[in-house]
């Protein structure tokens, strides 16, 4: 049975310019360099890529962003919208278009918006293109169509370009690391537990306590919350964390070189978006996923065994990629699409891992990180997301010209 909450932090405010992972959204860039170039990050305004739409940008710059993220090149029809890398939307659909191309890949899809705009131009199709592969289910309208197109090896890329490799891995002083800005359900639940169970000597945590938008509620009767203590003022144990809204941009929060990776062995990820199970309308629907940021990118640039605290099934799309997991601990939390059932998992492996020798956890992911980090810089990791991506190019161009 899934555990279901109605999730209110997917709304945000329509003028906001911070997306619901509380990272400020990129400015819209009026020439796209090559995704090789060294400067790209610095010209998509700290962004792994930028947002065009038919409204904003001309024929050419739609083209061009199109075949950096999909690797293919299309013929526009005038007759099609495109609104590509969409950032929480504040616009509708126009309904003098014929189709609507539409893509989420550095933030979250607003499943919410996709469904009203859907409505609003039933029953012209909407072509939904994004990092997951999305079951159909009575929430959505029909007239959508499921693309996969993963971008995760490109994100990883200009992370490596901007920040490097670990090459020089070693024991850590610290067995844990939590990182929260923004408040989330989940980070409020693993820094409670960490508090409550870790020794403070054995962790690097940080918790800002910073509220910028809606924290869905819970139920009262949760188990494995029960002794928890949930209100938690900004708390920071054994690093001086000067993070601020003002540097939360996606490739500069890639950065790994900083105590939390370096000097601590297992990170907590306390990824962006960590919702599986919500209501949409009078469905409960399993949410679309695993969502990845540079949350998850940083220990795996580190060459850190993680816990993933996100959305379910986030160890499985790794392991298709080609990533290995073998950390010595268990990840039986990812098979669990209960948000609820989940973090409860999620708390028997940090017992796991806290009744753990520091130096047996390292001994025991010291192969799966090595392997990880190569798997990054050899192109294997590109290799396999373009072969996967491949199988929908077909589609991809015939809905898209």
């Not at 020089?168 to 409020?188: A, E």
């Not at 009078?282 to 605290?309: D, W």
Request: charged fraction near 15%; aromatic fraction near 12%.
């Amino acid at each position: 049975m899934l555990n279901v909450v109605e999730n209110t932090a997917k709304r945000w405010p329509p003028n906001s310019a911070l997306g619901p992972s509380g990272r400020l959204l990129p400015q819209m860039s009026d020439s796209l360099p090559d995704i090789e170039s060294e400067h790209y990050f610095h010209t998509m305004n700290g962004d792994f890529f930028p947002c065009y739409t038919s409204v904003s940008h001309c024929e050419t710059d739609i083209l061009r962003l199109f075949k950096t993220l999909y690797d293919v090149p299309i013929t526009i029809s005038p007759n099609i919208f495109f609104g590509l890398n969409l950032q929480w939307a504040n616009f509708d659909l126009q309904d003098n278009y014929h189709r609507y191309v539409i893509s989420f890949h550095t933030e979250y899809i607003d499943h919410n918006w996709v469904i009203r705009q859907a409505q609003h131009v039933y029953p012209k199709t909407v072509v939904l293109i994004s990092e997951f592969a999305i079951a159909p289910n009575p929430a959505w309208p029909d007239n959508i169509i499921f693309i996969q197109q993963r971008t995760l090896h490109k994100q990883l890329t200009i992370s490596e370009k901007a920040h490097g490799v670990n090459r020089n891995i070693t024991v850590p002083q610290y067995k844990f690391s939590s990182l929260s800005f923004r408040v989330s359900q989940y980070k409020i639940f693993i820094t409670a537990f960490l508090l409550k169970h870790v020794p403070k000597d054995e962790m690097i945590l940080t918790f800002h306590n910073q509220r910028l938008g809606p924290v869905a509620s819970w139920p009262d009767n949760i188990h494995a919350l029960q002794e928890l203590t949930l209100d938690i003022p900004p708390t920071f144990i054994n690093f001086d964390d000067q993070f601020n809204q003002s540097k939360n941009t996606p490739v500069a929060n890639a950065n790994w070189s900083c105590a939390p990776y370096q000097n601590a062995l297992v990170n907590l990820t306390n990824e962006s978006y960590h919702y599986s199970t919500s209501m949409i309308g009078n469905h409960t629907i399993v949410l679309p996923g695993p969502y990845f940021t540079e949350k998850t990118f940083k220990p795996l640039l580190a060459g850190r065994p993680f816990v993933f605290v996100n959305q379910f099934e986030s160890i499985k799309e790794l392991q298709t990629l080609g990533f290995d997991t073998n950390f010595g601990f268990s990840h039986d939390y990812d098979h669990d699409a209960g948000d609820f059932g989940r973090i409860a998992r999620i708390f028997e492996t940090v017992m796991q891992i806290n009744n753990t020798p520091i130096k047996e956890l390292f001994d025991s992911s010291i192969d799966a990180v090595t392997h990880n980090i190569n798997h990054i810089t050899s192109g294997n990791l590109s290799s396999a997301c373009e072969e996967l991506n491949r199988q929908q190019h077909s589609l991809l161009i015939a809905q898209c010209t």
